[in-house]
C-alpha cells in the first residue's frame, strides 16, 4: 500500500542537530497520520512523535518535548523530525510509520496502531 523510507541518520555529538526525513510513496492518499519511534539496543520501540497528513496536528513524548520537531511538506509527501540538543539517551534506530485513513482512530502512541514502517535509519549521539 504504502512504502516509507527513513534516511538523514548518523553520529552527533551530545548538543548537536540531525534532521531525520521519511519519503512515503504508493498509496499516500491513504495516510491519515504519520509517525516517528526509535528503538534503542534491549529496550521495546517507543513513540516519539506524529502529525495528522492533512491538518497536520503534532504531538510528542514527553522525553524530547522541546527539542524535536515534526513537520510534512505534502507536496513531497515526505515527514521531517528536526531534533535539537541531542542527547546520548537519544541514541536509537529511528522509524516512521504511517496510520491508514479507515484506522483514523486508532491511538498514535501504539505501534500496533500504524499499519505501514520504514526499514529504519540509526542515530547515535556520542557523548
Known amino acids: 500500500q504504502v512504502q516509507l523510507v527513513e534516511s538523514g541518520g548518523g553520529l552527533v555529538q551530545a548538543g548537536g542537530s540531525l534532521r531525520l526525513s521519511c519519503a512515503a510513496s504508493g498509496r499516500t492518499f491513504s495516510v491519515y497520520t504519520m509517525g516517528w519511534f526509535r528503538q534503542a539496543p534491549g529496550k521495546e520501540r517507543e513513540f516519539v512523535a506524529s502529525?495528522?497528513?492533512?491538518?497536520?496536528?503534532?504531538y510528542y513524548a514527553d522525553s524530547v518535548k522541546g527539542r524535536f520537531t515534526i513537520s510534512r511538506d505534502n507536496t513531497k509527501n515526505t515527514v521531517y523530525l528536526q531534533m535539537n540538543s541531542l542527547k546520548p539517551e537519544d541514541t536509537a534506530v529511528y522509524y516512521c510509520?504511517?496510520?491508514?485513513?479507515?484506522?483514523?482512530?486508532?491511538?498514535?502512541?501504539?505501534?500496533?496502531?500504524?499499519?505501514?514502517w520504514g526499514q529504519g535509519t540509526q542515530v547515535t549521539v556520542s557523548s
Open positions: 510509520a504511517a496510520i491508514y485513513g479507515p484506522n483514523y482512530y486508532r491511538d498514535y502512541r501504539k505501534e500496533g496502531s500504524y499499519d505501514a
Open positions: 502529525i495528522t497528513w492533512n491538518n497536520g496536528y503534532t
